[in-house]
């Protein structure tokens, strides 16, 4: 990756992502926007497999699955829309991010998962979701669900131990021991704030305003933005997000050649999986 942006200016835009994508909308049986309509997205869109099919459980993957989407009784997608008053600007974040990802980003996912064996990737994607404890847990007990707090502190605990520090995932096997992941964002839709507007961010890539701020309230929580000095927080950073891509190459192109429009398509997926989220 080049670097026609100082490592100043990254952090600087990951708190505006942070103040300002917010997540997706509350997820109910039916639209609780007044704005809610399906959208024009080809439905039915077959996600690549390559690497896996399914997320591990209690993770914290954002990826687009098909489990997360909901489906009528006639099989097809049933999409929600948000405001998108800053479509211009959204769009211009799109492509550089579409362009990020063919030039830069999925070609350096692909040689490492050539050179990195898939369990010790599945190691690093464990551990960076162990480190997630601190989020899923405070953000539990903001919601009121306490019990799922405890799993999530037990889950922890049995990870750092028998899965050694975390690269392992023995909790995945043990019953009651793998919640649903939540989020700030998650936990303002819970209490009824909605979406406000649809936001896409250079690097960061779709969200909305009130994902956006519960995306700057969860930094805090996360270990890694206390790394010393910048630069090695930003290789975390970057590590984090070569090896989750690693396992989902495949699943941007897929949507984007069987979309008609795929800045609107991936708009819908997105708020589609938020909604899911908070279901």
Partial sequence: MTKPISLKAVLIAICLVALLSGCAGHRTKGPSDPTAAPAPTPTGVALSTADETTPPAGSDDMSLWEDDLDWNDEGAGVF????????????????????????????????????????????????????????RIANNILQGRFQTAEAE???????????????????ADVEGLNPEPT???????????????????????????????????DRWLNP???IDPIEASLAVFALRSINTV???????EAIKSAALDPYQAMRDAYIQLRRSKLR
Avoid at 95 to 116: E, H, I, M, S, T
């Fill in 80 to 135: 929600y829309t948000v405001a998108d008053p800053l479509e211009p600007f959204n769009r211009t974040m799109f492509v550089f991010n579409d362009k990020l990802y063919f030039w830069v980003l999925k070609p350096v996912a692909q040689g490492y998962r050539f050179a990195v064996p898939r369990p010790a990737r599945s190691g690093v994607r464990n551990f960076f979701n162990n480190l997630g404890a601190p989020i």
């Fill in 153 to 171: 502190v037990a889950r922890f605990l049995f990870n750092s131990t028998v899965g050694v520090l975390g690269f392992g995932n023995p909790a």
């Fill in 183 to 217: 989020d700030l964002g998650l936990t303002l839709g819970h209490y009824g704030i909605g979406n406000g507007f649809y936001l896409v961010w250079p690097v960061l890539g779709p969200s909305t305003l009130r994902d956006s701020a519960g995306y700057f309230g």
């Fill in 224 to 226: 890694t933005i206390y």
């Fill in 246 to 252: 690693s396992f989902h190459i495949g699943d941007y």
